[in-house]
């Protein structure tokens, strides 16, 4: 037989997900929404679906790549546009 035993982690709160989000503390997580106040389990999803401004800004710095040129080079119009591969 199997005993289920329970590790004791506790869910995080909504406000240490957004930290973990790198949103500021200053950030207003619990705010009126349709005329109601967000449940915890409201603000939970609406932080997973989120993407924070600095880490975004982060990411595209880091990744981001200068478009190519595609134009033909300037060449002599007698040379062949691509070469063989024994030449």
Known sequence: TF??????MRMLTPRELARAQGF???????APYKGKMLTETEQR???????CRLPAAAFLFANYRPPLDWTAPERPSDEPFFLEAAE
């Open 3 to 8: 005993i289920i035993v329970d590790i004791g």
């Open 24 to 30: 500021p503390d200053s950030y207003i997580l619990a």
């Open 45 to 51: 999803h609406k932080i997973g679906n989120s993407v």
